[in-house]
C-alpha cells in the first residue's frame, strides 16, 4: 500500500536497560534539533532521534503508525513507549499526546475519542517503562502528521513527523 514514511531527524537510537539520571534541558536541546522550520513550531520542542525523543523527565519512543478501523471509526495508532529517567516516580497518561494533522488541527484523545488506545495513565517508578498504544482519527489527508507528546503543566514538547498519503 505504500502510505507510510516515517524519517527520523538525528541518528542512532539510544539502548538503555540500567537506571539513568534524568539529563538536563540544556543538553537535550543541544541533542535533539528540530528543522528550522515547521506549522506551529514552537521554541520549546525536542523532536525525535530516530524514533526516540528526551523531554524533560521522560525518554519517549513512537515505534510505528497504522491505519485501523477502530469502533468509532478509522483510526491511526502509533506504538509508544515511555521510561521514567527520573530519581522518582512520575505519571504518565495517554492524553499527553497529541496529533497534528496535515491540514493543521491540533487533535487530542479529548476531541477524539478513541478505544483503540492501549497506554492508559499510570504512576511510573525510576527507571520504570511503560508501552502501548495511542489512537486518533483519521482524517484521511495525506501529507506531513506530527505526533506531540508534552506532559501536562509542561511547556516542553516531543515531536515526530510522519509522511502519510493514502
Known sequence: ???????????????????????????????????ESYLDKNSNDYCAKNSTVEVIEWRVSALNVSRINGFMGRELCFKVKLENLDESARTFAESDFRLRW??????DLWTDFSTSGTLDSAPLSSGGYATGRVCFNDPGESGEYMLIFKPSLKSERGIWFYNLTN
Open 1 to 35: 500500500m505504500g502510505w507510510l514514511t516515517s524519517f527520523a531527524l538525528n541518528e542512532d537510537f539510544p539502548e538503555n536497560s540500567k537506571k539513568v539520571v534524568a539529563p538536563k534541558i540544556a543538553s537535550i536541546s543541544q541533542k535533539y534539533k528540530c528543522p
Open 102 to 107: 496535515p491540514s493543521g488541527q491540533v487533535r
